[in-house]
């Protein structure tokens, strides 16, 4: 059963419009929430968190929402820039957890020029 | 800043072969690490993880085990390996004890045929 879900395998947008990647959880007791960036034959870098008790988070482009009645949060991404396609990993963890990660399948995402 | 090394990049093994996977971290000490694997069409599934020298959990029963003989070393094994082993095996590290895995090596592509 999986508790982290991103149900968009793969999403493409135009240069300099807005991405917007979901994700779903199931578990009321996460209570942080991370998005990983992955290019091919590389490992995952950290992106954006957000704690439980906000419900929004941003760092410059990027701009996390957390949406803890509907469990689901997302990350928006504006203007969306080439550079920004690769795969997208949501996570979550909850207090106590050691910060062991529970991770969505991911989202490619591809920005055409 | 921290950095990990994982090695090797891809590795093509056999059958009931054994396996080593290293990984070294640089630039903090007294992390926590993770093993994490991606099998085909799933997400990161975390194996172990280790808190100190000596010291490791296990996420999910398998035929892999780990080890973590330095402060910065944490290495993960088999003797026998099965083909449903097959993934991308990524490292990770926790600097500082932070409830974040900010970190990941560039990953490992094991197929074993």
């Not at chain 1, 909850?94 to 990660?101: A, E, I, K, V």
Request: with cysteine.
């Amino acid at each position: 059963d999986q508790q982290v879900k991103q149900n968009s395998p793969s999403l493409s947008v135009q240069e300099g419009r807005i991405s917007i990647l979901n994700c779903d959880y199931t578990n009321s007791m996460f209570d942080y929430f991370l998005w990983y960036k992955k290019y091919p034959a590389e490992g995952p870098t950290f992106l954006i968190s957000i704690s439980s008790i906000k419900d929004k988070n941003e760092d410059g482009r990027f701009t996390v929402f957390l949406n803890k009645s509907a469990k689901h949060l997302s990350l928006h991404i504006v203007p969306s820039q080439p550079g920004d396609s690769a795969v997208y990993f949501c996570a979550a963890c909850f207090r106590g957890s050691q910060g062991n990660l529970i991770f969505g399948k991911g989202t490619k995402l591809s920005v055409k020029p | 800043s921290q950095t990990i090394h994982q090695w090797p990049a891809t590795l093509v093994q056999p059958v009931g072969s054994p396996l080593s996977l290293e990984c070294t971290v640089e630039g903090t000490s007294n992390p926590n690490l993770y093993w994490y694997r991606q099998a085909a069409g799933r997400g990161l599934q975390l194996l172990f993880y280790s808190v100190g020298i000596g010291q490791i959990s296990s996420e999910v029963p398998q035929n892999l085990s780990a080890s973590r003989p330095q402060d910065r070393q944490f290495i993960l094994s088999s003797k026998k390996l099965l083909l449903s082993d097959s993934g991308f095996y990524l490292c990770a590290c926790d600097p500082g004890g932070r409830r974040t895995v900010s970190f990941f090596g560039q990953g490992t592509r094991l197929t074993v045929v």
